[in-house]
C-alpha cells in the first residue's frame, strides 16, 4: 500500500499510450513555490528523445528547481512530467495522482542521470569506484561486470589511466568528467547537467564541454543548464530561456541568440554576450 496523498488532477491522457520512444521529456504546466514565493508558474516544455536543450537565464530564475523536478528531487504543485509517456514520482489511480513509493521514484530515477556543478563525487572511492558502485547497488549487476563497464566508460570521458586515483587527486575538470561517466553507468535515456563547468577554472571548461559534446551526438536526451552561451550555440536544438519561473522564449540557437522576439530575452542576450558574439 502506499502512503502517498493525492495531490493533483489527473493528466487528460492516460499514461502509458505514448508511442515506445527512449527519452521523450514532457513537462506539463509545472507549479512549484517555496513557502510564498512560487518560483515555477506553469512552465511547459518538450524534449524530443535524443534532443538538447539548453535553458538559460538569470540567477533565480528557476532552472536548478525545473531541472530538480524532472527527477523529482523536487515534487510539483501542480502540472506534471512525463517521460516516455509515464508519470514522473505519480501514479494514476481513479482521477487522482498519487505519489509513488520511494522505492519506485529510486528506481525511475535510474533512467535519469543528474551532474552537478560540484561534482558530488565520494572521496572515499576512487575514480573506477566512483563510476561502479550504482550499477551494483542500484541495479544488481555483479562486480566484475561493474568494474569492466567502468572502465569502458572512464575510457569515454579520457580517464582510464586515472581509474584508481581518488577524486582529491583529480583536476576539477578531471572529476567531472568522472561524475560524466557516474551518471552515464546507469545507461540513463535522460542526462541532466546543472552548469556543470562553472565550478571551474577557465582553462578546465572545455574538457568538460568536450565529453557533454561527444554526449549529445549520442541519442542520449540531454537537458542542460549553463552560462556557456558559445557551448549552449554549437550544442543545442533548442535554447529555452527562463526568467522569473516561466519561460519567456524557446527556438533554434539561431532564432534565440540573433533574433530574439521578447524583449525579457533581448535584455538579457544584451547583459551576458559578447558584442563579437556571432551565429
Ligand atoms: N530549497 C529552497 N527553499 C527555498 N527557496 C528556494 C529553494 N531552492 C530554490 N529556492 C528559490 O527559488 C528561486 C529559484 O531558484 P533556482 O535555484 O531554481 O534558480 P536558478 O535559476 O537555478 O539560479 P542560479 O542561476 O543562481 O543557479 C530562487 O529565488 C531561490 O532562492
Ligand atoms: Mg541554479
Known sequence: MSTATPTAEAPATAPGTAPATRGLVEITKVRKSFGA????????????????????????????????????????????????????GYEVRGERLHELREKDILKQRTGIGMVFQNFNLFPHLTALENVAEAPVVAQGRSKDEARRRGLELLDRVGLRDRADAYPRQLSGGQQQRVAIARALALDPKILLFDEPTSALDPELVNEVLDVIRELAKSGTTLIIVT???????????????????????????????????????RSFFSKVLEPAFNI
Do not use: C
Open 227 to 265: 552560462h556557456e552561451m558559445g557551448f549552449a550555440r554549437d550544442v543545442a536544438d533548442t535554447v529555452v530561456f527562463m526568467d522569473q519561473g516561466q519561460i519567456v522564449e524557446q527556438g533554434s540557437p539561431q532564432e534565440i541568440f540573433t533574433n530574439p522576439q521578447e524583449p525579457r530575452t
Open 37 to 88: 514565493t512560487e518560483v515555477l508558474k506553469g512552465v511547459s516544455l518538450t524534449v524530443e528523445p535524443g534532443g538538447v536543450a539548453v535553458i538559460v537565464g538569470p540567477s533565480g530564475s528557476g532552472k536548478s528547481t525545473l531541472l530538480r523536478t524532472i527527477n523529482h528531487l523536487e515534487k510539483v504543485d501542480g502540472g506534471f512530467i512525463s517521460i516516455d509517456g509515464k508519470l514522473v
